[in-house]
Every structure is written in structure tokens, then in C-alpha cells.
């Protein structure tokens, strides 16, 4: 009974220490099964963060932004154009006007203003009534018409009473020729007065009937706007006094000043592209129609006048300063606006839009969406990101707000350049510096 029992007793501990075995082999297996899963997971994330950041660093300079965040600081985007920058010749000058285009009112003779009929700024036409004169001695010049006209009946008929006697012979020579001598200095001073009074703008016929004007009208010379009114009513003028001046800016031109060295180059006919430089670099267009052939003797310069294209539309003023390109060559250069270079660490750059890193800033927001919750609301914002490198660029001339430029390296086909705000962009790449 007691080896039947000890048996037994051996045969459980036996079945015990296999049981046990069975399990610690099993433990070991899964903890050598999750360590080498722990590992593979912890060897892919780090291949995955590798790759990351070889792209970030290849793209280390780029910078991203929202069309909101470019609307906001007024960034706009263009493309390279071709500018004709290399074959002109920068003069600079103003605008003025014809001598025939403009005229001093003046009165034809001395008085007093009585009536003003325009203010300064008015346009008038030719032959328009501008102010009223009053003086007695133009009183006595038509009473001294009416008096000579009066008497004239009496001359004329005295010279055909004594051409009458001559033709009987009944009179003598004398007499005819002193009747005829009267006669002649009657109609020399009529005719003399009468145009006096056309001149004033008076109609001798009307003072014949005994019509006398007591105020004598001013008229405008040319048509246009009444600039400097000098009179007031109640002043005294004389025929020396200017009393207004009048302009007319339909044939406004340009005078530009060109010194020697690039005199030779200028010809009648050249196109040339003006600025104007205290309306907003508005630009307008021309051609070189005359060259003066004597130097200014100020600063050893001639004076070139070019007409300006529908001029009048522009509403300039005589006296603006201009800046202007006379174009000499047809020779064409790659350039951007002035605004779309900038210097940074001694050199020159633009921006352009990075359409590989566009590429991928899409796929790395649409990662970024999978992961949130709202993905609606997440790329609504995140579509309309673009993103821009700095390329450096070796600058040429400069001109009419555009400046050549040449790309150190190859630049992308078709490059799209940011063309205003840069400057903005490049604060951004320095963490907020400003470089000027």
C-alpha cells in the first residue's frame, strides 16, 4: 500500500514538472516573438524619419503660405517677361505746351474792370467774353467816328459839286483838287476808326446809328481753361497788364533733357515710354518729333521734345516731371518688377513657386487630414497653400520699374516669380529680420 502511494506521488510530480516546463517555454517563446515585433516597429518608424528629414532638408529654405496669409501682406505672383531695358537712353524732363497753346488775356485799352464772367479753372472758347473795361477816352473815340462820319456827308458832296464845276470847266483845279485831297482824309480816318472798333469788338454800324458803347468786352485769344485771374473788379488796367492766362493742354508735349554722349543715338520718330513720377509711375507713351540743335547752357544737355500719344486723355498739367526711356534698339532681356529682387548676404534673389515641394506639401496635408476628425474643415484651409524657394539671380539694368535679371542657376520652365512682396517672404525665411 505505501509503493502504491509513493508511485502515485512521483507520477503528479512529474505531470507538475512538465505542466511547468510546457509554460516557461511558452512565456520565453512570446516575449522573443514581441521583442522582435518591437523592433521591426521601432526600425520602420525610424527608416519613415529618416526619409522625412532628407526632404525637409532639401527644402530647408522653402517657405509656405495661405493665399489668406498672400492676400493679407498684398503678395502677387508672375511670370519672367521680356523687356526692352538695354537699348534706351534715360532722360527726364517736364511737360509743356506749344507757345500757340497758350496766351496771356490782355485789354487793348487802359480802364477799369467792371464785370468778371469767368473763374479760374473755366473752360472758354475762342472769341468768348471774359470781363467788361470802361474808360471815357473810348467814349471819345466814337463820338470822334460819329463826328467824322456825320461831316463826311458833306465832304463827299463838296468833291462831286466841284468835280462837277471841272467838268464844265467852270470851276478851278485847285479847289477840285483840295475837295478831293478832304475827301480822301475823311475815308483814310474812317477806315482807321472802323477798324479800331472791329478790334474792340464793336460794330461800327451799330455806333453810326448812334449806338455808343460805354464798356468795351475782353475776349478770350485761343480756347481752353482760364489759369491766373490777375484782376479784380474795380482795378485799373493798363495794355502791359496780363489780366488772365488761358491753356490749352490738347497738344501737350514733352521736353527732355539728353546730354552729349548719347545725342548720336536719339532720331525723330523713336518711340519713347514716359513715367510720371508723382502719379503713381503711371506710364504713357510717345515719339521723338524734334531735337534742338544748340546746347542748354545749365548743364551741357539738349533738349529733346517728343509728343505724347493721346495726351489728352491723361489730363496733364504743364510743369509735371517726367521720366522717360527713348528707345534706340530692339535688343530684348528677361526681367522682372523692381519689387521681386531682393539682397540678402550681399546677393540678389527672387522667389519662385517650388511646384516639387507643392507636390509634396499636398500628400504631407492629406497625411495630417487622415489623422484628424474634421477633415473637412482641415482642408478647406490646406488646399490653398503654396509653396516658395529663394533662387538667386545676377541683375542688369533697371528701368521703368522692371530690372533684368539672369538665374545663377537653371531655373525651372515657365517659373512662377513672385513679383510683389518678397521682401515680406524673405523676413519670413530669416525668422522675422528685415534686410534692406
Same mark, same amino acid.
Given at each position: 500500500?505505501?509503493?502504491?502511494?509513493?508511485?502515485?506521488d512521483?507520477?503528479i510530480?512529474?505531470?507538475?514538472?512538465?505542466?511547468?516546463?510546457?509554460?516557461a517555454?511558452t512565456?520565453?517563446?512570446c516575449n522573443?516573438?514581441?521583442k522582435?515585433?518591437?523592433?521591426?516597429?521601432?526600425?520602420?518608424a525610424?527608416?519613415k524619419?529618416?526619409?522625412?528629414?532628407?526632404?525637409e532638408?532639401e527644402?530647408?529654405?522653402a517657405i509656405?503660405?495661405?493665399?489668406?496669409q #498672400? +492676400?493679407?501682406? /498684398? *503678395?502677387?505672383i508672375?511670370?519672367?517677361?521680356?523687356? %526692352?531695358l538695354s537699348?534706351?537712353?534715360?532722360?527726364?524732363?517736364?511737360l509743356?505746351v506749344?507757345?500757340?497753346?497758350?496766351?496771356?488775356?490782355?485789354?487793348?485799352?487802359?480802364?477799369?474792370?467792371?464785370?468778371?464772367?469767368?473763374l479760374?479753372g473755366?473752360?472758354?472758347?475762342k472769341?468768348?467774353t471774359?470781363a467788361?473795361?470802361?474808360?471815357p477816352?473810348?467814349?471819345k473815340?466814337?463820338?470822334e467816328?460819329?463826328s467824322?462820319?456825320?461831316?463826311?456827308?458833306?465832304t463827299?458832296q463838296e468833291?462831286?459839286?466841284?468835280?462837277e464845276?471841272?467838268?464844265?470847266?467852270?470851276?478851278?483845279?485847285?479847289?477840285?483838287?483840295q475837295?478831293e485831297?478832304?475827301?480822301l482824309?475823311?475815308?483814310?480816318?474812317?477806315?482807321g476808326?472802323e477798324?479800331? #472798333? +472791329?478790334?474792340f /469788338? *464793336?460794330n461800327?454800324?451799330?455806333i453810326?446809328?448812334? %449806338?455808343?458803347?460805354t464798356?468795351?468786352p475782353i475776349?478770350?485769344?485761343i480756347?481752353?481753361?482760364i489759369?491766373?485771374i490777375?484782376?479784380?473788379?474795380?482795378?485799373y488796367?493798363d495794355?502791359?497788364?496780363?489780366?488772365?492766362?488761358?491753356?490749352d493742354?490738347?497738344?501737350?508735349?514733352?521736353d527732355?533733357?539728353v546730354?552729349?554722349?548719347d545725342?548720336?543715338k536719339?532720331?525723330v520718330g523713336?518711340?519713347?515710354?514716359f513715367i510720371?513720377?508723382?502719379q503713381?509711375?503711371?506710364?504713357?507713351t510717345?515719339?521723338v518729333?524734334?531735337?534742338?540743335?544748340?546746347?542748354e547752357?545749365e548743364n551741357?544737355?539738349?533738349i529733346?521734345?517728343?509728343?505724347i500719344?493721346?495726351?489728352?486723355?491723361?489730363?496733364?498739367?504743364?510743369?509735371?516731371y517726367?521720366?522717360a526711356?527713348?528707345?534706340?534698339?530692339?535688343?530684348?532681356?528677361?526681367?522682372?518688377?523692381v519689387d521681386?529682387?531682393?539682397?540678402?548676404?550681399?546677393?540678389?534673389y527672387?522667389?519662385i513657386?517650388d511646384?516639387?515641394?507643392q507636390?509634396s506639401v499636398k500628400?504631407?496635408?492629406?497625411e495630417?487630414k487622415?489623422e484628424?476628425?474634421?477633415?473637412?474643415?482641415?482642408?478647406k484651409?490646406d488646399e490653398?497653400k503654396?509653396?516658395?524657394?529663394m533662387?538667386?539671380?545676377?541683375?542688369?539694368v533697371?528701368?521703368?520699374g522692371y530690372?533684368?535679371i539672369?538665374?545663377?542657376?537653371?531655373?525651372?520652365?515657365?517659373?512662377?516669380?513672385?513679383t510683389k512682396?518678397a521682401?515680406?517672404?524673405l523676413?519670413k525665411?530669416?525668422?522675422?529680420?528685415?534686410?534692406?
Open positions: 500500500m505505501n509503493t502504491v502511494n509513493k508511485i502515485k512521483i507520477v510530480m512529474s505531470v507538475t514538472i512538465i505542466v511547468m516546463l510546457i509554460s517555454f512565456m520565453v517563446s522573443s516573438s514581441g522582435q515585433e518591437v523592433e521591426i516597429s521601432d526600425s520602420t525610424a527608416n524619419k529618416k526619409i522625412s528629414d532628407k526632404a532638408e527644402h530647408s529654405e509656405e503660405l495661405t493665399t489668406e #498672400m +492676400k493679407a501682406v /498684398g *503678395i502677387e508672375g511670370k519672367v517677361e521680356l523687356k %526692352n537699348s534706351v537712353i534715360k532722360a527726364s524732363g517736364q509743356e506749344p507757345p500757340q497753346n497758350k496766351a496771356d488775356v490782355t485789354s487793348l485799352i487802359g480802364g477799369v474792370i467792371k464785370r468778371i464772367f469767368v479760374e473755366n473752360y472758354v472758347k472769341g468768348q471774359l467788361m473795361i470802361e474808360n477816352e473810348f467814349i473815340l466814337q463820338q467816328y460819329l467824322i462820319k456825320k461831316g463826311h456827308t458833306y463827299m468833291f462831286e459839286r466841284q468835280k464845276l471841272k467838268e464844265n470847266n467852270a470851276g478851278t483845279g485847285k479847289i477840285y483838287q475837295a485831297s478832304n475827301l482824309a475823311e475815308q483814310a480816318r474812317l477806315t476808326l477798324a479800331q #472798333m +472791329k478790334q /469788338g *464793336i461800327p454800324a451799330s453810326a446809328n448812334g %449806338n455808343i458803347v464798356q468795351l475776349r478770350a485769344p480756347g481752353g481753361v489759369g491766373h490777375n484782376i479784380n473788379v474795380g482795378s488796367v495794355v502791359t497788364k496780363s489780366l488772365m492766362d488761358i491753356i493742354n490738347s497738344n501737350i508735349h514733352c527732355l533733357l546730354f552729349e554722349k545725342l548720336f536719339v532720331k523713336q518711340e519713347v515710354n510720371l513720377t508723382n503713381d509711375n503711371r506710364q504713357i510717345g515719339r518729333y524734334g531735337i534742338n540743335q544748340s546746347f547752357s551741357k544737355a539738349v529733346v521734345h517728343a509728343v500719344k493721346d495726351g489728352a486723355k491723361y489730363k496733364l498739367i504743364p510743369g509735371m517726367v521720366s526711356l527713348i528707345k534706340v534698339g530692339n535688343e530684348s532681356v528677361t526681367a522682372v518688377p521681386a529682387v531682393v539682397k540678402s548676404e550681399g546677393k540678389e527672387v522667389f513657386v511646384e516639387e515641394l507636390e500628400d504631407k496635408d492629406q495630417e487622415e484628424k476628425t474634421d477633415k473637412k474643415e482641415e482642408s484651409g490653398n503654396l509653396a516658395f524657394k533662387v538667386e539671380v545676377i541683375t542688369g533697371a528701368e521703368l530690372i533684368q539672369t538665374f545663377a542657376d537653371k531655373a525651372p520652365e515657365n517659373a512662377r516669380v513672385v512682396g521682401f515680406y517672404i523676413s525665411t530669416k525668422g522675422g529680420e528685415e534686410e534692406e
